[in-house]
């Protein structure tokens, strides 16, 4: 009799708690490809072939390490589709008295996992996931009794907890947050360093033909694929970034540049979230490269605060809000996607830019994701589940619990308030100070009115207008609704005219 332990394709670590409580001699690991995970929504292609390839890495890693391993292929013959199944025919297969697996990133597929008791008639162990540092009963116990959840005090409450950038017990520096030294446009000619690439070995290259041959109807391209796809390069993706992109990324972590999608951005999303990546040694290193003089400290705490504060915050809220979080939808939004999201023509350069880098490496940073994109989304009023599922397909990165939060809670402010203070609503002036993709845009970002005018900026006015009942009684939105209580009524009157043409268009499938 022995143990089956299930490992997802996004728990690639030995030290995740389930392979950690199983006995290598005894005990078994399944690993599988399957439909139901690689169909639920349908992913980009790279995202895809990013996790089969390091899911099949790691298997060779744990077979490296004396563990018994099954791994199943998404084209092997016996292949049965959904994770359910790869482990009844596992428990059939070998002598299994128990089946354990480290808690899933999302609601669904827990709540699935908690059937399969029932089903396979012996009992099936959830361990947590301990690769995050706040525990679930943390940030319960924060959180409860609080009428908004703001990520800002959390963070310090995990400065303070993991001791990172402390002095005495004060924050390194006299402040919590140099959020006010994370904002410059960046100048032209600058020297952004290349992004850490690597050649595909014989597995990567095998899982890139099958992503072509089975999932050529899913959107994105698999060209020049190049991530990490084991630990070990992961490990020098962070070297990389802390040495070359540290010192810059809290100068330039709100900018944005046609034809830069990296930046000077860490891109250890896709491996922290995979595990293959601690968030504990990202953040070693860039502490480490403040102490030693190499980076300063807003790019540093810039940095810290995306992963002890962010990224442990929205995994928090995920699942103290689940499973209502999803049904919220506190500005009735209900417009369906545009087509320009999956690459449709569209005039908005802005727009362009970011859906074609999406397009192209299943990755955009942080304020593309959230100013353009999801801006659009909102001051459209986007419908929020057509707007999820389409963040959980395009980006390498994405799972639920972290997709989520930010979609909803950030962009969509699905939830009234709980995520963030107001709305991140802005008008192609914001677009226009933090990029340079209005230099090549059809419209004008100066103009606010008429048919040559930056939809963003009537579409911004017609969206407080359209929201003013419930948000204009938002103290932090008091400054803004008094702007426009004192515009010309011509000129607002002419704004909501462009925007409703603009929907109309829409509507039509037109290119706006
Ligand atoms: P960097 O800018 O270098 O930041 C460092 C790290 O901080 C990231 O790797 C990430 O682990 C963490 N981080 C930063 N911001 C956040 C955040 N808001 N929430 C959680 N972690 C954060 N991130 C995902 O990992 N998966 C998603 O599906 C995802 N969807 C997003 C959707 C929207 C609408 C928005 C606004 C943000 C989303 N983010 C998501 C957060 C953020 O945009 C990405 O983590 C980041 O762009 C990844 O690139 P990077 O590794 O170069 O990050
Ligand atoms: C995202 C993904 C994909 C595309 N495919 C698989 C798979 O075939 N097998 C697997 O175990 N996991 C896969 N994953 C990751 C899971 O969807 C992920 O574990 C859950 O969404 C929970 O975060
Ligand atoms: Fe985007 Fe408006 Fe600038 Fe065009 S003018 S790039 S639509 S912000």
């Known amino acids: 009799m022995s143990k089956l332990c299930l490992v997802l394709g996004d728990q690639l670590s030995l030290d995740m708690s389930s392979i950690q409580s199983i006995d290598k001699q005894k005990d078994r690991i399944l690993m599988a490809e399957v439909k139901q995970e690689a169909t639920y929504v349908k992913h980009h292609k790279k995202k895809i072939a990013f996790i089969f390839s390091a899911m099949r890495?790691?298997?060779?890693?744990?077979?490296?390490?004396?563990?018994?391993?099954?791994?199943?292929?998404?084209?092997?013959?016996?292949?049965?589709?959904?994770?359910?199944?790869?482990?009844?025919?596992?428990?059939?297969?070998?002598?299994?008295?128990?089946?354990?697996?480290?808690?899933?990133?999302?609601?669904?597929?827990?709540?699935?996992?908690?059937?399969?008791?029932?089903?396979?008639?012996?009992?099936?162990?959830?361990?947590p996931d301990n690769r995050f540092m706040a525990e679930q009963s943390f940030f319960h116990d924060w959180a409860e009794g609080r009428k908004q959840l703001r990520m800002e005090y959390f963070y310090r409450e995990m400065r303070k907890k993991h001791n990172y950038l402390m002095e005495s017990g004060q924050p390194t520096g006299g402040k919590w947050n140099y959020d006010n030294q994370n904002r410059e446009k960046a100048p032209k000619n600058l020297d952004i360093?290349?992004?850490?690439?690597?050649?595909?070995?014989?597995?990567?290259?095998?899982?890139?033909?099958?992503?072509?041959?089975?999932?050529?109807?899913?959107?994105?391209?698999?060209?020049?694929?190049?991530?990490?796809?084991?630990?070990?390069?992961?490990?020098?993706?962070?070297?990389?970034?802390?040495?070359h992109r540290l010192p810059k990324f809290g100068q330039y972590q709100d900018a944005m540049i046609e034809g830069e999608p990296w930046m000077y951005h860490s891109h250890v999303s896709f491996y922290i979230n995979t595990g293959l990546l601690s968030p504990q040694e990202c953040m070693d290193a860039a502490e480490q490269a403040y102490a030693s003089g190499q980076a300063p400290l807003n790019s540093v705490e810039g940095f810290i605060r995306q992963i002890l504060g962010w990224r442990e915050y929205v995994r928090g809220f995920y699942w103290y809000l689940m499973p209502d979080y999803k049904e919220k939808n506190y500005l009735s939004a209900s417009r369906a996607l545009p087509d320009l999201y999956w690459g449709a023509e569209t005039k908005m350069n802005c727009l362009k830019q970011c859906v074609k880098e999406t397009k192209e490496n299943a990755y955009a940073h942080h304020i593309q994701r959230l100013m353009v994109l999801g801006n659009f989304a909102l001051l459209a009023g986007l419908d929020p589940d057509q707007v999820n599922e389409w963040y959980l397909i395009v980006y390498a990165d994405a799972y639920e619990w972290v997709e989520l939060p930010n979609v909803s809670g950030m962009i969509l402010f699905t939830d009234g308030g709980l995520l963030a203070s107001k709305p991140y609503a802005a008008s192609g002036a914001y677009i226009n100070k933090m990029s340079d993709y209005c230099r090549n845009c059809e419209y004008s970002v100066k103009e606010k009115t008429g048919h040559q005018a930056c939809p963003f900026n009537y579409l911004y006015w017609d969206f407080l207008i359209r929201h003013q009942d419930v948000l204009g009684k938002n103290p932090r939105m008091g400054m803004i609704y008094n702007t426009l209580k004192k515009m010309d009524e011509t000129k607002v009157s002419h704004m909501q005219q462009d925007a409703e043409a603009f929907f109309e268009k829409l509507a039509n499938n037109e290119k706006v």
């Open 57 to 127: 890495h790691f298997a060779q890693q744990l077979d490296a390490n004396g563990y018994q391993v099954d791994y199943i292929k998404y084209d092997d013959a016996e292949n049965a589709g959904s994770l359910l199944e790869q482990v009844k025919k596992a428990c059939r297969q070998h002598d299994i008295s128990e089946v354990t697996v480290a808690q899933p990133g999302e609601y669904r597929l827990l709540e699935d996992i908690k059937q399969w008791e029932e089903e396979l008639n012996i009992p099936v162990k959830i361990t």
């Open 193 to 243: 360093p290349s992004p850490t690439v690597f050649e595909r070995d014989d597995i990567t290259n095998e899982v890139i033909a099958l992503v072509k041959d089975s999932f050529s109807e899913h959107f994105g391209d698999l060209d020049d694929f190049h991530y990490a796809v084991t630990r070990k390069q992961a490990l020098v993706v962070l070297e990389e970034f802390i040495e």
